[in-house]
């Protein structure tokens, strides 16, 4: 067998590249409780960060701050260069519990987010029936959530974030109500969508091993009060068909170095 040399994991402490989002020395508390400390953390165009860390230690606190949903108690976030003040259609964000609405059907639950925006009802239909083929829940379209499984209703929350054409788009632990099956393929098609549409994704996980196989930048997050402990770019493997991604050697020392600086905290 040929000897394969390990590559040294390659970090980075700042970037040139082109960021759409920007957060700049963030920090909020609820009541007592810190959640983040002055995060700073820059969101490359076009790639899909991850933010990872352990359970409650401000993820989807520093996500809705970037959407705009609460408001950081110092710091600002930067998109487009632009100060946030709230939401608004340049992101739109996939939620950890789909956030459908239980009394409409799968198309107009995608197309909801254009009907909140005032796109006429022909256009938005057209757009969300693209959207639904996208995700693979063609023939879905009449159904309602309670007739499908959890990983379809994920979809149709994927399904309606694309379909309002935000630049970014922000996800919340999007695959952790579905089961491992479902999550793989997921995390596949997460892939091809990061190549085929020009979008700024912000994924939100506590896994390792999703972390790697999706993100082209890994933020890790400390434990309350959260900030950045260090930025991971995994590298040449994710150029890889992504059936082999999850054997290679970089791929796996990746995942053991994360979790060889994550263990200390788990308690
Ligand atoms: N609305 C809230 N009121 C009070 N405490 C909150 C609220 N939202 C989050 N927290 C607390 O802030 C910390 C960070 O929460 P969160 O951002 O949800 O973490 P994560 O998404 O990483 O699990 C946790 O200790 C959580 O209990
Ligand atoms: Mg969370």
């Known amino acids: 067998m040929p000897q394969t040399k390990k590559k040294p ?8 590249a082109d960021n759409v989002v920007s957060v700049r020395n963030v920090s909020k508390s609820y009541g007592d409780v810190e959640a983040l400390r002055n995060l700073t953390l820059d969101f490359p165009r076009g790639q899909l960060t991850s933010l990872l860390g352990p359970s409650g230690c401000g993820k989807t606190t520093l996500l809705k701050i970037i959407a705009g949903l609460i408001e950081a108690d110092s710091g600002e976030v930067l998109v487009d260069g632009k100060t ?3 939401p608004g259609p340049d992101r739109s964000f996939v939620f950890q519990d789909f956030a459908l609405l239980p009394w409409a059907t799968v198309l107009r639950n995608v197309a909801f987010g254009l009907e909140l925006r005032g796109v006429a009802r ?42 309002v054409d935000a630049d970014v788009i922000l996800m919340d632990e999007p695959f ?16 091809s969508l990061v190549k085929n549409e020009s979008k ?9 091993e999703e972390a790697v196989y999706v993100s082209d930048q890994i933020a890790i997050l400390l434990p309350r009060p959260s900030r950045v402990s260090e930025i991971i770019r995994p590298g040449s493997f994710r150029q890889k068909s992504v059936e082999n991604i999850r054997r290679d050697s970089e791929y796996l020392d990746i995942v053991d170095r994360i979790w060889a600086s994550l263990r200390s905290y788990v308690e």
Do not use: C
């Open 176 to 191: 952790s109500a579905v089961d491992e099956q479902t999550r793989r393929k997921f995390q596949e098609d997460l892939l």
């Open 9 to 16: 994991v390659h970090l980075q402490e700042a970037q040139a």
């Open 122 to 163: 022909a256009e938005r239909e057209d757009t969300a029936r693209r959207f639904i083929k996208d995700v693979g829940l063609a023939g879905f379209e009449n159904s309602y959530p309670h007739e499908l499984s959890g990983g379809m209703r994920q979809r149709v929350g994927l399904a309606r974030a694309l379909s």
């Open 84 to 86: 946030v003040t709230g």
């Open 200 to 208: 700024t994704f912000i994924f939100v996980t506590h896994s390792i």
